[in-house]
């Protein structure tokens, strides 16, 4: 059985860094497509981020979402079975639950997360203004 462990979240200023990681066992990493998606009070869930289970390539780059274009960052390090989120100049509006998750299925990057076979358990960041 897959499972996700997420860390790295926490209070930060408007403008300040994060970055996330999440790692995973109990299955074959590199057969893993990798999502981050996040949740805010009252919102629905919102995919930020997908990289390929071989990484990113011409054939299946990165996606994100179009909120965090330009200042999220999403990789993975195979040889550690851990995908990692890094966030840049952070704002309010970017506060949320962040969850990991894996996608054993499907041979492409999903934005759709009832695509995704497993998820972590969360992580909160709050950005202050």
């Known amino acids: 059985q897959v499972q996700l462990v997420e860390s790295g979240g926490g209070l930060v200023q408007a403008g300040d860094s994060l970055r996330l990681a999440c790692t995973v066992s109990?299955?074959?990493?590199?057969?893993?497509?990798m999502g981050w998606f996040r949740q805010a009070p009252g919102k629905e869930r919102e995919f930020v981020a997908g990289?390929?289970?071989?990484?990113?390539?011409?054939?299946?780059?990165?996606s994100y979402g179009d909120s965090v274009k330009g200042r999220f960052t999403i990789s993975r390090d195979n040889a550690k079975n851990t995908v990692y989120l890094q966030m840049n100049s952070l704002k309010p509006e970017d506060t949320a639950v962040y969850y990991c998750?894996?996608?054993?299925?499907?041979?492409?990057?999903?934005?759709?997360?009832?695509?995704?076979?497993?998820w972590g358990q969360g992580t909160q960041v709050t950005v202050s203004s």
């Open positions: 109990g299955h074959i990493f590199t057969t893993l497509n």
């Open positions: 998750a894996a996608d054993a299925g499907t041979g492409y990057i999903s934005r759709l997360g009832l695509l995704y076979d497993a």
């Open positions: 990289v390929y289970r071989t990484s990113s390539s011409a054939k299946y780059p990165n």
